[in-house]
């Protein structure tokens, strides 16, 4: 691998190169200010000499704990100049979890985003001993006298030239061998793994990135996914190494204001995203009059024969290109004109998106890119091509990544990307990767003729939302199943918005507690949907999942009125579940809670 691909070459070259250009761009007290590359690598030195100052030997590990803003990465890449490991926090985990990482990653310091942040670090302090120093990286951020507390300003201050021979020289001893970072994933039972990644996995992705796509200098990324996830993280780093704008959106609720304001050209987004929009964009022609209706599926649907010829690499007819030309002119203009106008290409990763949805966007002219791949894999193993690609496959492999389908049809993946192994873990490792060292994915998968990857069912337990969280269901049923009104319960959260669950109550329990209630019902059906157990049920789930982050806790349930069993197969003769069969069965219960009915009120 070649060292010219070295991130922190790469960034040191682009301050060189492009130092009066604008390396970043974040939005303060309501203005867009713009950083220069010069005063980009400047700050990130400054925070170098500090760290060393601190004494952070070669691949001491440093936390930042934090939403989104130029300070995580300047905070990051000063972390990796020094030959030191940046291990993420996501911004939304409680105490507990930030404790168990920052015991786990032995962490000498860590960067802190917010107040929030701040204090529920202060909580859990005393159980981190190792810890030497926090960073508030807002200068608005209360301290509360705490010995150990820094604010960014006066933590900077404490280095100086002296330490600047150092700083020269772990740069110049940087290898490829080195971890670059440590991000924690969830494991099926709930203990997060710390997955190691190092220089030559991200150089790999660097290049296959630059083999595949044409990002220029020109371009400007907005950023709002969060950096502990390493979709963004990664991609962050290769806006950077094209040397492109990347502009910071730290509130996700001003989403569609910074779209108009900033026009980006490329945005990563999860399928929560584009479900939202294409949500809002149906509801919109629902309530439109009937003659827009039909003008706008007139269009769609010239828009899908255009989509469809041109990914089967055909030429469209002039008739089809003058109706397309219409179409785009009264139609998909305004709809772009949503995300700024401006949007060339938008990555999408983290889930599954609804191939329904993927094909409205290209059919509206928007190239969303779906990507398939893992932490493990430093994100990207495979993604829609720009032709011959079908919206409900996971695309085409990226340049110099060996995939092929093992037992059980599932996804192996070998190649530079992929991880050096779980932290402290030697037997999750082991366990993680087939003999001749393919990295086990867990999803069963298959290939077409045109080389598209396509996801047949998941082997592992972990799942997803859409808005790309890790969800541990065994952990959350653990949690739930103890109450003594719960006998069985399902977690449903692969590619959906949030957490819900199918619960299966414990009769003889619950019917006791109705007869002291004096609730009246015929059957069990009657008992489960009446209102009053109901609400019981949303206050017990909600006392039983106060220590799971938000994006963990069920928003919704629905309460079945027989049991799982093995005679019906949805259930292993070890009481196990069997998930496929479940959301099969009860595909229409599922659906509901995700349309607004049944069950706990929607509160997300």
């Known amino acids: 691998m070649n060292m010219d691909f070295h991130f922190i070459q790469r960034i040191r070259q682009q301050a060189k190169t492009l130092s009066k250009q604008t390396a970043l761009r974040y939005k303060q007290q309501d203005q867009w200010i713009d950083m220069c590359w010069d005063d980009f690598q400047q700050r990130i030195d400054e925070v170098s000499r500090a760290l060393l100052a601190c004494q952070i030997q070669v691949q001491d590990k440093i936390g930042i704990f934090a939403h989104n803003m130029p300070n ?7 972390t990796l100049q020094i030959r030191a490991v940046t291990v993420p926090i996501y911004a939304t985990n409680t105490a507990n979890q930030a404790a168990f990482i920052i015991n786990n990653a032995d962490m000498k310091i860590l960067f802190v985003g917010g107040q929030e942040q701040y204090d529920q670090i202060l909580e859990v302090l005393d159980q981190c001993p190792q810890l030497e120093k926090i960073v508030a990286m807002k200068p608005n951020i209360a301290l509360h006298y705490c010995a150990k507390a820094y604010h960014w300003s006066d933590f900077v201050q404490l280095g100086s030239d ?12 940087k ?15 709930g203990e997060p793994k710390g997955v190691m990644l190092d220089y030559a996995n991200l150089a790999h992705q660097l290049q296959a990135h630059d083999k595949l796509l044409d990002v220029t200098q020109q371009d400007v990324s907005l950023s709002f996914l969060p950096f502990s996830h390493i979709f963004e993280r990664a991609w962050v780093a290769y806006i950077l190494h094209c040397g492109a704008v990347n502009t910071y959106l730290e509130d996700t609720n001003q989403i569609r204001q910074a779209l108009t304001e900033v026009r980006p050209t490329l945005m ?21 009059p009937f003659y827009r209706r039909a003008l706008f599926n007139w269009a769609l649907t010239v828009g899908e024969r255009y989509f469809h010829i041109k990914t089967s690499d055909k ?15 009264i139609v998909f203009r305004k709809l772009r004109q949503l995300l700024g106008g401006r949007i060339r290409m938008m990555p999408c990763g983290g889930a599954k998106l609804e191939p329904s949805i993927g094909l409205f966007f290209h059919s509206i002219g928007l190239n969303v890119k779906l990507g398939y791949g893992m932490t493990e894999t430093t994100a990207t193993i495979s993604c829609w091509d720009d032709v011959k690609f079908k919206p409900n496959s996971i695309g085409t492999l990226m340049p110099d990544a060996e995939v092929k389908i093992g037992e059980d049809n599932e996804i192996l993946v070998r190649g530079g990307m992929v991880m050096r192994g779980y932290y402290k873990k030697p037997a999750e490792t082991a366990q993680a990767f087939t003999e001749d060292g393919f990295l086990k994915t867990g999803d069963a998968g298959e290939f077409d003729t045109d080389g598209n990857l396509y996801i047949t069912d998941r082997i592992k337990e972990l799942m997803k939302t859409s808005n790309g969280k890790y969800i541990a269901p065994q952990m959350i049923e653990g949690k739930i199943g103890k109450d003594k009104f719960v006998e069985q319960i399902a977690i449903i959260a692969d590619a959906k918005k949030y957490v819900s669950a199918l619960i299966v109550p414990c009769f003889e329990s619950l019917e006791e507690y109705a007869k002291q209630l004096n609730i009246k019902y015929q059957d069990r059906l009657e008992l489960v949907k009446h209102s009053d157990i109901i609400q019981m049920f949303e206050k017990r789930i909600h006392e039983l999942q106060k220590e799971l982050a938000h994006f963990e806790q069920i928003k919704k349930f629905t309460l079945l009125p027989q049991a799982f069993t093995t005679k019906m197969e949805e259930i292993t003769p070890t009481l196990k579940l069997r998930r496929k ?24």
């Open 315 to 329: 030429k469209p007819s002039f008739l089809l290109q003058k109706q397309y030309a219409l179409a785009d002119k």
């Open 581 to 604: 069969i479940i959301l099969q069965r009860y595909r229409e219960q599922i659906e509901l809670m995700y349309k607004g009915k049944g069950g706990k009120k929607d509160n997300v």
């Open 268 to 288: 990563c987004a999860v399928p929560r995203f584009y479900e939202k929009i294409y949500t809002a964009v149906w509801d919109n022609v629902q309530q439109a």
């Open 175 to 189: 290898s490829l061998d080195d971890l670059f970072t440590l991000i924690y994933t969830s494991g099926t039972t």
């Open 72 to 78: 995580w990465t300047i905070a990051d890449i000063a």
């Open 162 to 173: 002296n330490q600047q021979t150092e700083l020269d020289q772990r740069l110049a001893d």
